[in-house]
């Protein structure tokens, strides 16, 4: 895929766009100071950026005046990945400089957090309160004896409590994980029982499509089901009381105290982050502190282009990584915009009406989404002022090239569009929003700095124009310090490194074009990636294969041309079974219920068998290329199958769906 020298942007930035950039002020300060090319726009940059990895990460930490209460004695102490050393002998806290803007007396009672429900009323929480907040709470955890390095869980929605816990926890030292409340007992208790929380944070319920969903009878099991708890903290989003034993929000929260930040070194837990593959538990990312802050520095204030100015709207879940990108917009000055909400309540238009209401600058949405509304026919440009919107990002999912051409045309014309593409692994961008470079349809605009991102073939050969694996070849500084509970490494290595060792390999296939944007072609592997969130076969098979009816079963993820997902779940029924509307609904409820929702699948479909490698796998990949319309003798070694007849069935249900 090689693009036309000629091909006209969709989008162009203006000269004035370009010259007030951050990311062009930094390449300019940067030069003065440490050697950047001054000419050559962005490709320059990033080339030095990934040149002189050490040189520019310690000038990210100095641009955004990273405060290290400890100095670092080198900035890449030991590059070999996995492993590498980042920032040796500093201390900082993450916490402490996303609550910075508090104590410019100018912004103090500016908003920091804007929550939106589906009412679409406005909560706006200020810099001085949040602060407030964050130091009564974080000195209540300290109370309850938590320290650096304990865990503290959040069962919880899109809600400013949600960030004022994380950062309590951040302030203390401690390291915060959560899930978002739609996630049924099963699926929270795979996660947090490998990391063993001290305290949780729940609601009671949530709201969502209008109907309340009550979470008092889950909140129970996980109680039970979390020997490690020292504390439960209620927040009642739907009014009831506490439960026994649990403490109450308001009277954490309710002191006036000066928030007490914990010097921890730059490699120390920060979060624990859930990605499942294709075996075994969720896999438990550990993010450092250190990491994280100069990675998302980077992110949002350099490629997202925000400041004090802004106002940065995500739509998310507190299960999804961009929950915990969209937090850190907190480090620029940013103003959140939380919405705690169906996407599409009471109609496919919410997350456009939430965009106008609170002024978005910058507006990031699910490529999913962007769909559903150009099928839906509906024009946000027209129906809704979106003058402040100065950018739509989208990610979970490639960006179709209608999806494109529909923001532009439905939207305005001179929207900076960003799809943008990263990993709950390094909890950022690979490739995607470059504010000073062209957008051309179909295509990220370029991989980000610092990620030295390429594609290559099986043989690990550098490809432009074809399609190849995503590799990163030197490290980044939010790259996971380790798994939980991996203590020789082994999972984290296997997960990454095993194709080509010493050389991170994601799991997407992509192309770098002959003008070095990226094409995304989804996933490689056979992770399962709904609307962003990414689930495991392995806990679809275990959920669903408790039904006495299913002998066994295979499920698929596929990345349509169209910007659609189709996922399909295929059954082999045990004897005497049949695969009615009641065994449908019943898989479903299944796995709605002690999964999620996002993964019910799109069709139940019955099979004459599953087929396995000769040491007894599911073969998920062939077939998923199987149903992209690869053929068989291209998409598997018929001779490490145990029943290769089995595949003709997904040969001729690929045929019928062209």
């Known amino acids: 895929m090689t693009s036309a020298a000629d091909e006209a942007p969709l989008w162009q930035p203006g000269p004035d766009r370009i010259a007030t950039a951050t990311v062009t002020r930094f390449q300019n300060w940067a030069a003065e100071r440490h050697g950047a090319p001054a000419e050559g726009g962005y490709a320059a940059l990033h080339r030095w950026s990934v040149d002189e990895l050490d040189t520019f990460w310690q000038a990210v930490a100095e641009w955004f005046d990273v405060r290290f209460s400890t100095p670092y004695e080198s900035v890449l ?79 919880l929605p899109n809600i400013p409590e949600a960030v004022v816990a994380f950062l309590a926890t951040a302030a203390v030292g401690a390291v915060w994980t959560s899930c978002a409340p739609d996630f049924g007992a099963r699926s929270v208790l795979d996660r947090f029982q490998q990391v063993e929380p001290v305290v949780l944070f729940t609601v009671d319920g949530y709201r969502y499509g209008g109907k309340e969903h009550h979470r008092a009878d889950t909140v129970a099991e996980l109680r039970r089901e979390l020997p490690t708890l020292r504390a439960v903290v209620h927040i009642p989003l739907l009014g009831t009381d506490a439960p026994e034993g649990a403490l109450d929000w308001s009277a954490l929260i309710a ?137 739509v990002a989208t990610t979970g999912s490639p960006l179709p090239p209608d999806g494109f051409r529909w923001l532009h045309d439905e939207v305005a014309d001179e929207l900076w569009i960003a799809s943008v593409s990263g990993g709950t692994d ?106 962003g969130v990414r689930m495991g076969s392995a806990d679809i098979y275990e959920a669903v294969e408790r039904l006495p009816q299913i002998h066994e079963s295979l499920v698929i993820g596929l990345e349509e041309p169209d910007g659609g997902y189709w996922m399909p779940l295929f059954v082999h029924l045990a004897q005497g079974a049949a695969l009615d509307d009641e065994l449908r609904a019943a898989i479903k409820q299944t796995i709605r219920e002690n999964l999620s929702p996002r993964h019910v699948p799109d069709e139940v479909i019955e099979v004459p068998g599953i087929p396995h490698t000769l040491t007894g796998k599911r073969i998920e990949v062939p077939v998923k290329r199987l149903l992209q319309g690869t053929p068989l003798a291209k998409a598997v070694n018929p001779d490490s199958i145990d029943n290769v007849e089995l595949l003709h069935f997904y040969e001729e249900l690929a045929r019928k769906r062209r």
């Not at 609550?99 to 810099?127: C, G, I, K, Y």
């Not at 490194?497 to 074009?513: E, N």
């Open 77 to 155: 102490g030991d590059r070999t990945m996995p492993g590498a050393q980042w920032f040796p002998g500093a201390t900082l806290n993450y916490a402490e400089h996303a609550l910075r803007t508090a104590e410019d007396p100018l912004r103090a009672d500016a908003p920091a957090l804007l929550h939106v429900d589906e009412s679409h009323t406005q909560n706006p929480t200020s810099w001085s309160e949040l602060r407030r907040r964050v130091g009564s709470l974080a000195a209540e955890l300290r109370a309850l004896g938590v320290t650096p390095g304990d865990r503290v869980s959040g069962y």
């Open 426 to 531: 390094v909890c950022s961008c690979f490739a995607g929003a470059v504010p000073t470079l062209p957008v051309h349809i179909g295509e990220l605009q370029a991989p980000a700095l610092g990620t030295d991102l390429q594609s290559w073939d099986p043989a690990g050969n550098p490809l432009t124009g074809e399609v190849g694996e995503l590799v990163v070849t030197k490290p980044m500084p939010s790259m996971p310090i380790r798994f939980w509970n991996d203590p020789d490494g082994s999972r984290y290595h296997d997960s990454y490194f095993d194709m080509y060792p010493g050389v991170w390999r994601h799991g997407d296939w992509i192309t770098i074009t002959d003008r070095g944007s990226v094409v995304i072609h989804g996933r490689s592997d056979s992770t399962l990636n709904r609307q």
């Open 255 to 391: 002191a006036d105290t000066e928030p007490v930040f914990e010097q921890v070194p730059f490699d120390h837990p920060l979060w624990v982050l859930y990605s499942s593959g294709t075996t075994g538990l969720p896999k438990a990312i550990v993010q450092s502190q250190g990491g994280i802050l100069l990675e998302h520095f980077k992110q949002i204030g350099l490629h997202c282009d925000l400041g004090p100015e802004d106002r940065f709207f995500w739509y998310t879940s507190t299960g999804w990584m961009m929950w915990n990108f969209l937090v850190s917009g907190l480090l620029t000055g940013t103003t959140l915009v939380l919405y705690d909400g169906s996407p599409g309540y009471p109609d496919i238009s919410a997350q456009w009406r939430v965009a106008e209401q609170t002024g978005a600058t910058l507006f990031g949405t699910s490529a999913a989404y962007v769909m559903a509304c150009r099928k839906a026919g509906i024009h946000p440009g027209r129906d809704f002022d979106l003058s402040r919107v100065q950018c």
